[in-house]
């Protein structure tokens, strides 16, 4: 189930652009101080269930939850960092864009196989509330899923975004569930060596929401089942252990991409730009091609964690990278 005119609302409100909204609203917001504004908007964004789609895949379902969605300003600051402002700035412009702002969605996905129920990253969870995220729940439910349907949790990678839905109160938030993730990135992130560098708050977070769930984890690598129909395929560089699923059912291939490209027109028309949260930037760039070159050369469908939501479409190959062609009703035939 999907609310447009809500989600594009809400947005636009908490981008700062709340001009656009009701004139009840704009007269409430009016007298408001700035943080009752911003309380205002959160609230006004939790009043409707968050953005779910459902579509068929073969004899899978596959659900999208949006778990939240941030805009920010200074796109050059997180993508073509080795850019001139200016550069990022005119190809976000050349796509219909503002130069100067973005916005990153947060995009779980369950996959009903008709035997497992399987989750891929749990989103922002409860630190993300505060600022209206960690809706994943909640849009489970819209869908008529709870969290003890669920059977298997898989974790791309282990950033922030996409294991802080884990836990919940300290407890499980999926406690039927057996997880899955990848062995190299578990390796890295848990080492006492992260001590002391950048990547200790991360290093933290997977103390705190995945290490308490080792006992019921399976580590797997390049080419490891999940369940049957769906497997794992190493694409590090994002992060040291980032793996994308490569999903068939009934002939339908599908690939969750998970963070290999960040941005539909930044990350994917200019793959060999720099990505901020990119941890080894020339490996996350080459990892950026082969898969894309693989998506684009078989004409698969892909869902992308950090693309427009419902988040899944195609690319066809350019001159300088790739096209990013949203679904429509390919799967509905």
């Given at each position: 189930?999907?609310?447009?005119?809500?989600?594009?609302?809400?947005?636009?409100?908490?981008?700062?652009?709340?001009?656009?909204?009701?004139?009840?609203?704009?007269?409430?917001?009016?007298?408001?101080?700035?943080?009752?504004?911003?309380?205002?908007?959160?609230?006004?964004?939790?009043?409707?269930?968050?953005?779910?789609?459902?579509?068929?895949?073969?004899?899978?379902?596959?659900?999208v939850v949006k778990?939240?969605?941030?805009?920010?300003?200074?796109?050059?600051?997180?993508?073509?960092?080795?850019?001139?402002?200016?550069?990022?700035?005119?190809?976000?412009?050349?796509?219909?864009?503002?130069?100067?702002?973005?916005?990153?969605?947060?995009?779980?996905?369950?996959?009903?196989?008709?035997?497992?129920?399987?989750?891929?990253?749990?989103?922002?969870?409860?630190?993300?509330?505060?600022?209206?995220?960690?809706?994943?729940?909640?849009?489970?439910?819209?869908?008529?899923?709870?969290?003890?349907?669920?059977?298997?949790?898989?974790?791309t990678h282990m950033?922030?975004?996409?294991?802080?839905?884990?836990?919940?109160?300290?407890?499980?938030?999926?406690?039927?569930?057996?997880?899955?993730?990848?062995?190299?990135?578990?390796?890295?992130?848990?080492?006492?060596?992260?001590?002391?560098?950048?990547?200790?708050?991360?290093?933290?977070?997977?103390?705190?929401?995945?290490?308490?769930?080792?006992?019921?984890?399976?580590?797997?690598?390049?080419?490891?089942?999940?369940?049957?129909?769906?497997?794992?395929?190493?694409?590090?560089?994002?992060?040291?252990?980032?793996?994308?699923?490569?999903?068939?059912?009934?002939?339908?291939?599908?690939?969750?991409?998970?963070?290999?490209?960040?941005?539909?027109?930044?990350?994917?028309?200019?793959?060999?730009?720099?990505?901020?949260?990119?941890?080894?930037?020339?490996?996350?760039?080459?990892?950026?091609?082969?898969?894309?070159?693989?998506?684009?050369?078989?004409?698969?469908?892909?869902?992308?964690?950090?693309?427009?939501?419902?988040?899944?479409?195609f690319v066809e190959?350019?001159?300088?990278?790739?096209?990013?062609?949203?679904?429509?009703?390919?799967?509905?035939?």
């Open positions: 189930m999907t609310m447009p005119m809500m989600g594009r609302r809400a947005l636009l409100g908490s981008a700062g652009l709340g001009v656009l909204a009701a004139p009840a609203i704009v007269r409430a917001q009016a007298t408001a101080p700035a943080a009752a504004q911003e309380t205002t908007q959160i609230e006004i964004d939790r009043a409707m269930p968050p953005e779910t789609h459902r579509f068929e895949f073969g004899e899978f379902e596959v659900f778990d939240g969605a941030r805009p920010s300003g200074a796109p050059n600051e997180t993508f073509g960092t080795n850019q001139t402002a200016e550069a990022v700035g005119q190809l976000l412009q050349e796509n219909f864009l503002p130069a100067d702002q973005f916005v990153n969605s947060f995009s779980p996905t369950l996959v009903n196989t008709g035997s497992d129920v399987v989750l891929f990253d749990t989103g922002l969870g409860q630190a993300g509330r505060a600022q209206g995220g960690g809706r994943l729940v909640e849009g489970l439910a819209a869908g008529g899923y709870t969290p003890e349907d669920v059977t298997v949790v898989v974790l950033h922030g975004d996409h294991i802080g839905g884990l836990m919940e109160d300290g407890k499980p938030a999926f406690p039927n569930a057996r997880y899955v993730a990848g062995q190299v990135e578990y390796d890295f992130w848990t080492d006492e060596a992260r001590v002391g560098t950048p990547a200790e708050n991360g290093h933290k977070g997977v103390l705190a929401n995945v290490k308490p769930l080792a006992e019921k984890m399976t580590f797997v690598g390049d080419g490891a089942d999940v369940v049957p129909g769906i497997t794992g395929m190493a694409a590090f560089g994002h992060s040291p252990g980032h793996m994308i699923y490569n999903i068939e059912s009934a002939g339908k291939r599908l690939v969750l991409t998970a963070d290999t490209a960040n941005h539909f027109v930044l990350s994917l028309q200019r793959p060999e730009w720099e990505v901020r949260f990119d941890m080894d930037k020339a490996a996350a760039a080459e990892t950026r091609k082969k898969v894309f070159d693989m998506v684009a050369t078989d004409r698969i469908a892909f869902l992308g964690y950090h693309m427009p939501f419902p988040a899944v479409g190959k350019q001159e300088t990278g790739y096209r990013f062609v949203p679904k429509s009703y390919q799967f509905d035939l």
